[in-house]
């Protein structure tokens, strides 16, 4: 990745962030789909007095279906995570 930001005159963050933004669609079906499934996974195995919280936490969930600049903060603030954490090795 270093050497492509050094061609192009862009940081790893840059690249990254156009990559995350030509993607987000993609991106934000995959991470949604990933969050729908821990969330049943939530209602399967919560106690009787906590399964209407669980579904309600799962239908909020279905409101940010088609909002793909709900990914978008995350996966970003997440690259910038794994770019630190290569420095600091």
Known sequence: MADVGLAT???????IRESID???PYLHSQRWAVEQ???????D???DAEKAAA???????????GDVESSRAPLVQRAMEQIEARKTR
């Open 37 to 43: 499934g821990r969330l049943r996974g939530v209602i």
């Open 55 to 65: 579904k309600e936490a799962l239908s909020k969930h279905y409101d940010t279906r």
């Open 22 to 24: 030509a993607n987000l």
């Open 9 to 15: 005159g862009k940081t790893e963050a840059e690249l």
């Open 45 to 47: 195995k919560a106690p």
